[in-house]
């Protein structure tokens, strides 16, 4: 099974680009965030006449998750548990949710599309938010996986955090004064290793950004983020045998600010049987 995550950035705008990758590339699922669309705005018909069923979660114009898959989708969730909600200027705990998860499962597969949020500025209320929206995701990932240890649970999509400083090509992010970058966002991503899961990627794919942003030559400069990734559980890391980040997706007329990050698993039997294939949970 060929699993991708692609922030997006507008899939009206970026339709035919992204189901003619998701063809070329032989995808099964495909996550996909800033979607930037309600259900009934979203361009169906690409999708399904090149064999995709999608689900999704859509409020409006912003944000916005979705899931493409070729293959029987069960169990689909909007938002995780205890996802907290937001709205400028207000506190409290019924703050309106948006559109950041969207959970299904694929082929005894549990995904998740996630679409983390900015922080805007380290004094931003926004941040503060953030960092309480990756809290509560650690905390359920935690509980999915105590009560099924041998889950093959993954976490895919826009993390909006930089975990190392080698993922960090941008001159505008400055230690000490940029989200994205900053100890406790990067302790957020780090707890996600404690609650029993590793990026499936970065084992395979060392080095690669997967963000360039649209101003200041950022792009042609190779200045971006690594910023999209995927981690998964013991379950499904084991059958991870191979992995890309499609750098070339930033080329073109009209592309995301993100490309497509893509993993491939062995079937369960193969897993199981395969002493050779690369280590990534260590």
Partial sequence: MRIATWNVNSIRTRVSRVVDWAV????????????????????????EEAGYEVVLHGL???????????????????GFPDMPGFLKDH?????????????ATIEGVRLWSLYVPNGRALA???????????????ADTRAWLAAD?????????????????????DPSLVPGLS????????AAFADFEAAGLTDV???LVPEGYTYWDYKQLRFPRNEGLRIDFILGSRAF????????????????????DHVPVLVQLADPAAAEDDDDRPMIFG
């Fill in 124 to 138: 931003d209320p926004h941040y503060t938010y953030k960092l309480d929206w990756l809290a509560a995701l650690s």
């Fill in 179 to 186: 989200t994205h970058i900053s100890p406790p966002e990067r």
């Fill in 60 to 78: 409006n114009q912003w944000n916005g998750v979705a899931i493409a898959s070729r293959l029987p989708i069960a169990d689909v969730e909007i």
């Fill in 149 to 169: 240890p041998d889950l093959p649970l993954a976490l895919m999509g826009d993390w909006n955090v930089a975990p190392l400083d080698s993922d960090v090509g």
């Fill in 91 to 103: 506190d409290g705990p019924d703050l309106p949710k948006e559109a950041r998860a969207i959970g």
């Fill in 24 to 47: 070329r590339e032989d995808v099964d699922v495909l996550a996909m965030q800033e979607i930037k669309c309600k259900p009934e705005q979203f361009p169906y018909a690409p999708f």
């Fill in 237 to 256: 890391a084991d059958r991870v045998e191979a992995a890309s980040i499609h750098r070339n997706e930033r080329k073109g007329d009209a592309p995301s």
């Fill in 201 to 203: 990627v970065r084992p």
